[in-house]
């Protein structure tokens, strides 16, 4: 079995040639009303027929990406803490057989803050997991409540200290600007949820997303959201108290203390290359997206039939690269390195991005551009997806 290590972790790997590793696990105990995820409730899990299957999808990605180390691995959900920790640890040890782990490697799993759960956080961490990531999601029981939730926060404070008892590296989430949320209620939450001392937190903002219960609500009017103006007060007055607090966004919806960003997540966003497992997953490796089955029976079946779960594997142009590298990017604070993006692509990246349209957003300060990077600036990050298709040019969207 691997053991946590003790030791900080930086988030930005030295090797940034390495390979991330995504392991969905589709189960819950419930499904959430705000969540569009790929999770589904199921009386019975066959544990040894997932890792059957996980095995087998695991291998199969081996031997398309078998010649570099595993610089992050993340169990997703769904609810991966539900998982047997004895196939975590399988998991785990399989990926550092055939791969190899790089030193220190970051081994990220989700977690529900239930007791049930967080009795398992110490098998977990035997297993080899050394970062999890708690979704409290409330410090207030109306609140969970009305999201779903199955625990409440007395619970929920209880599994947040026991994990940071077993593990190197602890964050949890929180959702704001919640319907009727005052910015007084949420400054007074935030401050408490700071004071819990995690080096890292994923806040927020509700949105409904479509297909979820949430959206019945609000489309029969029985639910109404937060409104624009609120949100951005909300977003601007989480920017100061976080700052504050030496853990300042470095992407638009997390924060941490410097050095200890999600380095599994900083692969996504600085489009770095990450293979997904599982019901679900996707993946961008060698140039290409991956997509797997996402209904779990039918995940099985593929797995059963092919060797693994693969239902899409689509070749990528430069042009659509560069895009999404450009969405996934300016969501950071340290925004796109066009000189890299232009190295992985081929294309002259400076040359298609609308640069009258930068020349604006620059002048009122949403954008700083220089020759070789391009930043959404603190100001202009409330207004990120209204930017983007400012920025992307047509010739990008080919």
């Known amino acids: 079995m691997f053991h946590a290590s003790s030791s900080t ?4 790997p030295t090797d940034r040639n390495g390979l991330a590793l995504y392991i969905h696990w589709p189960f819950c105990i419930a499904k959430c009303p705000y969540c569009d995820f790929n999770s589904h409730v199921r009386d019975q899990v066959d544990h040894d027929a997932w890792q059957t299957a996980l095995l087998l999808d ?5 031997k398309v990406n078998g010649n570099r180390q595993i610089s992050s691995i993340f169990f997703g959900g769904g609810t991966p803490s539900l998982m047997d920790p004895r196939l975590v640890a399988m998991l785990i040890e399989e990926a550092s057989a055939l791969w190899g782990l790089v030193n220190h490697c970051e ?3 989700e977690a529900n803050p239930s007791s049930v759960e967080a009795s398992r956080f110490a098998d977990l961490a035997l297993a080899g997991v050394n970062r999890v990531s708690l979704g409290i999601q409330s410090l207030d029981d109306e609140t969970l409540e009305f999201l779903g939730r199955a625990h409440d926060v007395q619970e929920g404070l209880a599994a947040l200290q026991t994990a940071q008892q077993n593990f190197a590296r602890v964050s949890f989430d929180l959702i704001y600007a919640r319907p009727n949320q005052s910015l007084e209620n949420w400054q007074s939450e935030l401050e408490e949820a700071l004071r819990f001392g995690t080096d890292h937190l994923s806040l927020y903002q509700l949105t409904i997303e479509p297909g979820t219960r949430f959206e019945t609500l609000v489309r029969t009017g029985a639910l109404i ?18 700052n504050s607090a030496g853990l300042p966004a470095y992407e638009i919806s997390n924060h941490a203390r410097p050095g200890q960003e999600s380095r599994h997540n900083l692969t996504y966003w600085r489009y770095d290359d990450y293979v997904g497992i599982g019901p679900g997953a996707h993946g961008r490796r060698l140039n290409t997206a991956t997509e797997r089955h996402k209904k779990p029976e039918n995940f099985l079946s593929a797995v059963e039939r092919n060797g693994n779960g693969l ?7 430069p042009q659509v690269r560069a895009m999404e590298a450009l969405m996934m990017g300016l969501r950071l604070a340290e925004g796109v390195d066009l ?21 604006k957003l620059a002048e009122i300060g949403f954008i700083e551009s220089s020759a070789d990077r391009l930043v959404i600036t603190p100001k202009g990050m409330p207004l990120l997806d209204a ?9 990008l969207r080919i």
Do not use: N
């Open 9 to 12: 972790v930086s988030a930005k």
């Open 58 to 62: 695991l291998r199969h990605e081996y």
């Open 107 to 109: 081994i990220t799993l």
């Open 225 to 242: 959201p937060a409104d624009d103006d609120h949100c951005a007060d909300m977003f601007e007055l989480t920017q100061q108290l976080t």
């Open 311 to 317: 239902k899409v594997e689509q070749a990528l142009s």
């Open 339 to 359: 000189a890299a993006l232009e190295d992985k692509t081929g294309l002259a990246v400076k040359e298609m991005i609308e640069l009258p349209q930068i020349q």
């Open 387 to 395: 930017i983007l298709p400012k920025v992307i040019s047509d010739g």
